[in-house]
């Protein structure tokens, strides 16, 4: 080996030095013309373009919450006949006929509401609620949580608490309760979730969670002091523009960066981003034409960064294919890492804080490859390895969408409510994860481990609802996803050790014909 690894050393060495001393011309590329300057052999290279696509992309993950979000909010007041601060109750579990994304949960009942704080705080009336699990998540214009009334923050009593714009100064009435914030939007958007027992889920039955989404209350500051008060003008939420438009991001990016001001602290960012017309009221149109085509491919381009590196785990603890969500997960600009906050939009809209909850997710099996609706796999917890949670969790199934997948037995979740068949003999639980029915289930109705899946890709969220420390401090390993399709390992070579056998016989042969030439007689 020694020999070898010197004879290798002398002919590289030759080789160089022939080289060197031969006078020979390489042949001019564009991409060391572009490094030299030299753009004569490239005259199709367009300097203005790729600057604007490759700072373009830096300001898409920047900037995704401005324009995903006011589409999210208009979203769910057009779906549900909705008004600015007031509650939009959903009467039953989301479905796959919920087609806009946004991973919802198929565990509770949801109370949403849009709410602008710019004109005076809104104050949340809650019931008193001892018997069952709620929480109301304040989140601001860019997925910050800034507020939680539930269980656990506030406790099972009724009460009245404020929630606060980022502007505002003044004191509250009596009766009134002081909560963590402000927000530091203008803008935000309040998720309330009522969780749906087993037995009222399975017998249809909504007649008590219905009863105390009516008691949740939202009340304008000015209407409590005076019930007769007119309401406060309400700015128009910016209309996003059409997706025809390939510089649709770009315009709603700036029209929502008036409503909702980007941090100071980000003050240098935006100004380089102001010299390709991204920011505050902005008009990209008035860009050159090589800036606005450098503008659309970085829209494409950072939408596909943001997906990929979702699938890939990018910023995630990884066990066994799952991925635990950064410590920061529902407080992402805090991080500075613009990527992962572009990833909590767009593949959660709302998220929230982990010691409220914890979402892990997985797109990819034990083998690291990419979950896909054409296999079929398998789920097993073994006795004792299921989540320790304080109230409860579950499996979520979403297409790679973020919807719920339609299936022929209506169902998208399933966990420890979901009166699933342990194994008699070991205890353990295993969840048949795959588009068909199960072989061993006789029908679907009498397939209770058996969670379907979408024809193509899809990932799952698994959520523990008031994590227990084991899962608060990602200590917890959930089992991987076995591909019960996928091929019996062979003795054939890997193309990584023919390539070595090959690089082995290369040197073997130039060794033997320099030992050749140059051996003594």
Known sequence: MILNRI????????IATSLLLGNIILPTSPVLAQVTGDTSENPSFDWEEEYAYTLGVQAFLYALPWTYTPKAYLDRLEQN?????????IRELRDASHQEGGAPTNDTLYSLAVLYLGNEPIILS???LSERYYTMEMTDFLADNFAY???RATGTEAGNYAIVGPNWEGELPPGVKEIEGPSATPWAFLTGRTMVTEEERQTGDREEPHRIQNMYRLTPLSQWLDPDAPLLEVPEICPPYSRLDPLADWKNINCAMVQNPPDPDDSDLLALFKSIGIGPDLNVELQSDSTKRGLERAAVDGLKIVNEAFTEGYGQKQVNGWNYPPPE??????????LLRAIQVQKGFITHDAIEAIYINASVDEDGNPLSGANRYELRFEEGQEPDVNEFWSITMYDSNSNLVDNPIDRYSLGDRS????DEEDGSLTISIQKDRPN??????ECPNWLPTPEGNFFMFMRLYLPGYSGLSQWWEPPALKNLDAPTETTSLSTEAIESMAQEDFWETIIQQVEKRYSTK
């Open 329 to 338: 997960v529902g407080r992402m600009s805090q991080t500075g890492d613009w």
């Open 149 to 151: 009334v539930g269980k």
């Open 419 to 422: 009166g699933m068949d342990i």
């Open 126 to 128: 809650v019931p008193e």
């Open 440 to 445: 061993e289930c006789l029908s679907d109705n």
């Open 7 to 14: 004879w290798r050393t002398v002919v590289v060495v030759a």
């Open 81 to 89: 006949d909705g008004t600015v601060n007031q509650f939009m109750h």
